[in-house]
């Protein structure tokens, strides 16, 4: 299910409510002028709200977008376009600097002049405009249901900005450190492959020298490639797309990994259904799909069953990875793709938020579930391209 339709399933919101609300529009559409008179008032009583605004033409373009957005809540049509519309506009709320409690408010003021206009205008009148099975009251129920997608599409534009300022100054300073010390660990490595070689022309035992040596050696490897991990995240995420099973895709995977999944007692299993055939970067989503199998194998120490979900849907591909592991914390689901964040011993906290970066930029999405004790679903959702 794409985020739209789940936010369409959690308020409620039907076929019948867009019918209901195409045939109020001729009822209500008298009205909308009164609406914006009455929200641009209320806005400009409040000082805070009117510092967003630069100038009376400004002001006049939004009255004009108000109305027009308005038209468009009652125009009966609330497909995958309604939602991108809604999406730049509750960017644009963010972009100029609306506070998110106006925000509420706003909508919130919506909501009660068009139940004032729904209770005020004649009964009779709006009897006209729906069917005779809609029972008294339907028709604000109606209403409440859109202006609900409509405020949880604008909570959902703070979260997004929110999320990825959380995830972009962690990454630019660890962007910068890791530039800065980049020239000193090739000019340390460059320097321990010198006296490695000065040693072993020397009259030294090597007994004793060459186990520190491997041991540096080791921990410098390692600093390294967390160097260029953390490099390669700062860049743009560039996808080449082309046809690709994802069924062979994973039994690919299975077999590359067998070894690993039987050292583990760890069983899995691959349960396809639908189109699977996509159009994507099958290497970068096998550097994905690897990174999810590798947190299910080490969620389940003792063993168990990971199963793979494929799901081929006209939208896109789903793919869920469930595992019967240890499960984690509400408040961990919200950390674990937060870069550096790890709770292994001898992890990085980068594979998560690596993952989440490729699969947004086929413009999917990631997301994750879990409860302690019962396991953890990841969940990939790849659109079809349009």
């Not at 937060?338 to 997301?367: C, M, N, P, W």
């Amino acid at each position: 299910m794409n985020l739209f339709a789940e936010i369409k399933s959690y308020v409620g919101f039907q076929q019948l409510d867009a019918d209901r609300l195409l045939r109020l529009q001729p009822v209500v559409e008298p009205h909308f002028e009164d609406v914006v008179n009455e929200f641009y008032d209320r806005l400009m009583a409040h000082p805070r709200a009117r510092g967003v605004f630069v100038g009376p033409e400004q002001i006049e373009r939004l009255r004009q977008s108000l109305q027009d957005w308005l038209r468009s809540v009652f125009g009966g049509v609330y497909d995958q376009q309604y939602f991108k519309t809604r999406q730049r506009i509750g960017r644009v709320h963010v972009e100029v600097g609306l506070m998110p409690h106006f925000m509420f408010g706003a909508m919130n003021l919506i909501r009660n002049q068009f139940v004032e206009i729904l209770l005020d205008i004649e009964e009779e009148s709006v009897r006209e405009a729906l069917e005779e099975k809609d029972a008294p009251g339907q028709a604000v129920q109606s209403v409440d249901r859109i202006l609900d997608i409509e405020l949880t599409i604008m909570v959902q534009s703070y979260w997004n900005v929110l999320m990825k300022q959380k995830l972009e100054i962690p990454a630019a300073l660890a962007t910068g450190l890791a530039h800065e010390v980049r020239n000193p660990l090739n000019s340390i490595g460059l320097q321990m492959t010198l006296l490695e070689r000065k040693l072993r022309g020397a009259e030294v035992d090597s007994d004793v020298y060459e186990p520190v040596l491997e041991a540096v050696q080791i921990e410098l490897q390692r600093i390294q490639g967390l160097n260029s991990e953390i490099l390669d995240f700062a860049k743009p995420v560039d996808i080449e797309v082309a046809p690709a099973d994802l069924n062979e895709l994973f039994e690919e995977i299975q077999r590359a990994h067998q070894l690993t999944l039987d050292a583990g007692g760890v069983d899995m299993e691959i349960e396809t259904s639908g189109e699977i055939r996509l159009e994507c970067d099958r290497d970068r989503l096998t550097q994905v799909f690897i990174n999810l199998l590798t947190n299910a194998v080490e969620a389940m120490p003792e063993g168990g069953t990971i199963t793979v979900k494929i799901d081929g849907r006209e939208s896109g591909v789903v793919v869920e990875f469930i595992d019967d592991g240890q499960g984690m914390s509400p408040a961990l689901k919200y950390q674990i793709f937060d870069l550096f964040y790890t709770t292994k011993a001898g992890g990085t906290g980068i594979g998560l938020a690596i993952a989440r970066k490729i699969v947004e930029a086929h413009q999917g999405s990631l997301d994750v579930m879990s409860r302690p004790g019962e396991g953890t679903t990841f969940t990939v959702f790849l659109p079809r391209p349009h």
